[in-house]
Nanobody, 115 residues
Framework: QVQLVESGGGLVQPGGSLTLSCAAS????????MGWYRQAPGNERELVAALFSGGVTKYLPSVEGRFTISRENAENTVYLQMNNLKPEDTAVYYCNLRQQGSDYWGQGTQVTVSS
């Protein structure tokens, strides 16, 4: 079994920064993809950033240049550094691990950008 535990969400003013963390435990294979999705009320869940085990990254166009995904392999932890946050970034952010054809999800953490 795989468990993902997220932390780091909260309330921030526009232009501010937050860092989300996601610690994975259980059986983690060497080849996988870890990423962050988000879902705002009334919207579908969308991919924000993904990090492939080879180091390739993928970003939602609206966050490119503002968000950075990184990973600490020894700790099986993935981070999402979010800078210059905008009100439209407000959503529940979910950590995702994809391996061996299966998807695993964290419980979600709320990010609210508001003055």
């Amino acid at each position: 079994q795989v468990q993902l535990v997220e932390s780091g969400g909260g309330l921030v003013q526009p232009g501010g920064s937050l860092t989300l963390s996601c610690a994975a435990s259980g059986i983690i294979f060497g080849f996988n993809v870890m990423g962050w999705y988000r879902q705002a009320p009334g919207n579908e869940r969308e991919l924000v950033a993904a990090l492939f085990s080879g180091g390739v990254t993928k970003y939602l166009p609206s966050v490119e240049g503002r968000f950075t995904i990184s990973r600490e392999n020894a700790e099986n932890t993935v981070y999402l550094q979010m800078n210059n946050l905008k009100p439209e970034d407000t959503a529940v952010y979910y950590c995702n691990l994809r391996q061996q054809g299966s998807d695993y999800w964290g419980q979600g953490t709320q990010v609210t950008v508001s003055s």
